[in-house]
Structure formats: structure tokens, C-alpha cells
């Protein structure tokens, strides 16, 4: 490979859900571009085959408007690198067909990277935190995991629900619409300030999981109900939500001894939450670490720079390795970068 | 009585912090669920309420079940304080690590036994974790910090409650996490049958295959 030309660069995609999303870093985590487009169904929820035609659609836009903000050429690159899981087959295959296209045309190193571990690496990259108990609210994840010998490892997780889909879910049958710069979590956040009553609502922690699935259920069923303000029921979904992955993030912090607490994910973006994440990390002598929004949400930028991580340290991913795994755990993946 | 004075901390956890004192001429601790501010103050006051209800109730079951616990002395509700019998012993989270195959393999028997002791009495654990197991001087298990527990006879709640076990043995012990685990099994089995046993593995994995990040075969 020739280096001697200025190859230097990292190109990510990220296409697990309903974001198409290219980002371009350099070797020292210097983010050029980060260049998004999501997929809003007119209706409903995501349907993955979709989701994947509108990436097949915007994949080579956004690939010519990543060059263009990030002031690089195709041949300037020497990594691209792509979600490989856990996600919607369709939507990974997508992404990862540009990545191995754009790898064997060039003839640079493709590097499949877990899309957790993205989050939990350009969170660090963007925050001060080093070590930190990380906890991953999303649309599909709802993750506490923390680094121990080599690995990241899952403390606590969603038995059923991920957090943003059970607010999506609920959303979705009040009736609520979400737009561009205002997603459903944003639309519930708003509505919540309002609400003054604690409506009882099943609060489920089991050890370090929790379950969010009966709480959806008894939350949507008090909405046909009509006995309560939408207002009410948005603060009481959040608060009881939001207290129990709090509880398991405390639980992990206080088992664990670590001194940082890393939140990230869309649902990450809510203020409400990052109080609440804010207490416990004080009531522990830890320090609060929230990703800014672009970073904290999908997206192709902590793709490019975890690429440069598992690059630098011998971890690259040969064509016939490529296949995307829908369901790949963290815990599988080894962290050779992470001292 | 009960004068509350030269408190030792002991751990200050997520959901209750314990401290040790000399009561009435003995060692206790003391389990004392502080108020959490980070959620609506009705909705603490109901948990640490439920919770500090719960487990004494719970911890007594199971010493009726046949599984060692700590002695209860003293609830106070409104203070959401447990005043229960000190176990002096290494958590079983210290240990396991080190121990020799042979050794890990009987804690692990215990272990299972005593959850199989549990469930057949209808009483769910909640947290299952290695640190809520103590190896005491009589080289018994005693568990600890049943706040999470409940009293139920349901298959799901049980194979959640191994579910749990299972994945603080992988977080904590990852080494030799499966064989720990199939041993804990292999206790279960031989308080509740093979049958059981058996059963309730289908549903382990039943819940598994439910969650979002579940690992796919590798082939």
C-alpha cells in the first residue's frame, strides 16, 4: 500500500437503521465530515426493506458531499470502514456493499466495526471520559456496558424494549407526528415539561435489566383510556422510564468503581435523562460525560474513527469476513486499542 | 435501644447503603435505602417502601426454604432501614476467580442448589450476582440483598432469575463463565429434576433469543 501520497484518511458508513451516514476522520480523530440522511417513514414505523432503498438511493450523494466537506479525494483515503451489526440486515447489507465497493476499487483496508463499540469510542473521542461506564439509550439499544480485560462488557440491557422505541411506540399511538430536527423523543420531552402528575406505571429493574415492554403496554393502554392528559402520561412514561435505567446505571457504576459515566444514543439528547444521569454520577464521585448530539445519535463519523482504531492495532476485515451479523454482541468483539 | 452509633461503611451501592455497627452487643448491618432525587420523590418513596417490605420477607422464606440468609433484627419502614445479622465470609465475586477447578466447580454446585431451593419455594432472588453471595466460615453460601425479589411460581420469572445469574457470571467470572454456569445448573437440577432443569433452559434461552442484541450462531 502506498502511504507516501498522503493516504491518510478514514472513511466510516453507518447504515444500521434509518440513517445513511458517511463520516471522514483523520488518523488523529480529527472529524472533517459527518454527513447524514435519514429515512422518515410517511407513517408507521421503519420497514427495513425501506430503510435500505433509501440508502441505496442517497448513498452516492452523500458519498460526494463527504468528499466535498471534507476536503478529500477518493485516493486520499487508506480505510473505509462500515457498521457491520447489530442492525437491519437489509440496511447493513447496504452500507456495507458501498464499503467493500469503495475498499476493492481503491484497494484499501475495509474494516467491519460493531456499532456499539462506534458509540462507546467516538463518545470517549468527543468527551473527556477514558473509562467509563457507558449507558447507550437509542431507538434499538439500551445498553450499560463497561471495559474489563480487552473487551467491553454488557452489565445491563433492555430484556424487550429498547427506550427510544418504547417513547417512539407510544408516540406513535397518541397520535404524535415526528419531522426533521424534531424526532418523537423531542415531541414527548416537550410535552412532559408540561405534566404535573405521577400516574403509577410498572417500573421493572430485574438485577442490572430491565423491562420496558409492560410499561409500553400499560402506558398506551391508559392513553385509550382517555382518563389522563397526554401531558401527564408523557411525564410519567419518561420519569418511570428514565428512573429505571438510571437505577441500572447506578447499579453498574457502583459494581464496577469506575469514575466516569459516558451517555449516548438518541435518547441521550433529552435533558430530563441527563439530570437524572448527572445525580448518580455525583452521588458516586464520577464524572457526568453526555456526547454532543451529532455524535450521540447514528452516525459515519464514530464509524471512520473506530476504522482507525481496529486498523491501527492489525484488526481489518478481509471481503470474505464481510458479511454484516445482525445480531452482534459487543462483548464478541476484541479491543486491542483500549489500554 | 438500638442507638445508632460508630457506623462503619461497608459499601455504598446503588440501591441501599450498608453500614456495620455493634447492636445489643452484636455485629450488624445496617441496610439503609436513602432517598434517590434523580426521580419523583412519590415514586422513591414507593420503591424503598416495597423493597425494604419485601426483603425480610423474602430473606426469611428462604432461610425456611433451606437457603443460609442473614437473621433479621429490626425494620423500620419509615427510615427504610433493615437491621439484619453481619455474615462474616468473602464475597463469592472475590473468590470465584481464584479458586481451583475443583473448588469453583462446588461453589457453583451450591450455588445452584440453593437457587433450586428458592424456586421451588416460589421465591424469586432478583439479583442474582456473585456479589450477593457470601462464603462464610462454615463454608456455607449465605445470599444476601434480596430487594429485587419477588414471590412468584412462574417459569418466566425463574428463568429470568437464572437468565441474570448467567450474565453476571459472564461480566464478572467471563473465564470460565459457561462451565460455572452449567454446574449452577447441574445444583438446579438436582433440587428440581433433570425435567425442570430442562425447562427451564428452554425458556433461558426463550428469553435470550427475545432480547436485542442476542448472540447468532456461529457456523
Known sequence: MDTSSGRHYSLGIESTHDDFSIGVSTYQGEILSNITETYIPAEGGVHPREAAQHHADVADKV?????????????????????QGPGLGPCLRTGATVARTLASFL???????????????????????????????????????????????????????ALGNCLDVFAREAGLHQKKGLPFGAVIERLATDGERLIPLPYTVK??????????????????????????????????????????????????????????????ANKRLQRMIEEIAAEHQAEFCVVPSEFAVDNGAMIAWTGVLACTHGAVTPIEKSAVKLKWRLERVEAPWVK | MGEINLLELIQKGAEATLYSMEWNDRRVVVKKRFPKKYRPSMLDDQIRTYRTVHEPQLI?????????????????????????????????????NKLSEKDRRHVCLQIGKSIGKLHRSGLIHGDLTTSNMILNSEDKIVFVDFGLGEKTDELESRAVDLHLMKRALQSTHFRFAQDCFDTVMDGYADVLGPETARETLQKIEAIEKRGRYVE????
Open chain 1, 63 to 83: 458519498l460526494e458531499q463527504s468528499f466535498a466537506r471534507s476536503r478529500t479525494r477518493p485516493k486520499d483515503l487508506s480505510i473505509v470502514s462500515f457498521s
Open chain 1, 107 to 161: 484497494n484499501i483496508q475495509l474494516v467491519g466495526v460493531n456499532h456499539l463499540i462506534a458509540h462507546v469510542e467516538i463518545g470517549k473521542l468527543k468527551t473527556s471520559a477514558e473509562d467509563p461506564v457507558m449507558l447507550y439509550v437509542s431507538g434499538g439499544n439500551t445498553i450499560v456496558a463497561a471495559f474489563d480485560a480487552g473487551r467491553y462488557r454488557v452489565f445491563g440491557e433492555t430484556l424487550d424494549v
Open chain 1, 207 to 268: 438485577g442490572m435489566d430491565i423491562s420496558l415492554s409492560g410499561l409500553l403496554t400499560a402506558a398506551t393502554a391508559l392513553l385509550r383510556q382517555r382518563k389522563y392528559s397526554l401531558e401527564d402520561l408523557c411525564y410519567s412514561l419518561q420519569e418511570t422510564a428514565f428512573s429505571m435505567v438510571t437505577e441500572v446505571t447506578e447499579r453498574a457504576l457502583a459494581h464496577t468503581g469506575k469514575k466516569e459515566v459516558l451517555l449516548t444514543g438518541g435518547v441521550a
Open chain 2, 60 to 96: 426469611h422464606g428462604a432461610k425456611r426454604a433451606g437457603v443460609p440468609t442473614p437473621v433479621i433484627y429490626q425494620v423500620n419502614l419509615k427510615e427504610a432501614t433493615i437491621i439484619m445479622e453481619f455474615v462474616p465470609g468473602k464475597q463469592v465475586k472475590e473468590i470465584l
Open chain 2, 216 to 219: 447468532e450462531r456461529e457456523t
